[in-house]
Nanobody, 127 residues
Framework: QVQLVESGGGLVQAGGSLRLSCAVS????????MGWFRQAPGKEREFVGR????????FYEDFVKGRFTISRDNAKNTVYLQMNSLKPDDTAVYYC????????????????????WGQGTQVTVSS
């Protein structure tokens, strides 16, 4: 079973940037897609974006388009979430997750679509 470890969270002022990392260990051959989610206090976990493990363009939720970028480094078994122009509303615990099947267009946006999760990393954006 794969294990996921997020890092890179922290406190940043509005307008600033952070880059989160999700390091994967274990049988990466079983991974088809990695997704990023976030969960703000008192709210449900929500989809941020996803990327195919071996290639293809990332897919983003509308509220992060143009601000967040997902990329991967397969040699390091790591996926990144670059977050720019951060807003206080982006404050949340950010999670990465993987699934073993590819997604249809506009799919894989539910937490139940993913098999394994990291422990999360806190991002706090001050105003």
């Amino acid at each position: 079973q794969v294990q996921l470890v997020e890092s890179g969270g922290g406190l940043v002022q509005a307008g600033g940037s952070l880059r989160l990392s999700c390091a994967v260990s274990g049988p990466t051959f079983s991974i088809a897609v990695m997704g990023w989610f976030r969960q703000a206090p008192g709210k449900e976990r929500e989809f941020v974006g996803r990327i195919n493990w071996l290639g293809g363009s990332p897919f983003y939720e509308d509220f992060v388009k143009g601000r967040f970028t997902i990329s991967r480094d397969n040699a390091k078994n790591t996926v990144y979430l670059q977050m720019n122009s951060l807003k206080p509303d982006d404050t949340a615990v950010y999670y990465c997750a993987v699934r073993s099947d590819y997604c249809r267009a506009f799919g894989c946006r539910l937490t139940t679509d993913y098999d394994s999760w990291g422990q999360g990393t806190q991002v706090t954006v001050s105003s």
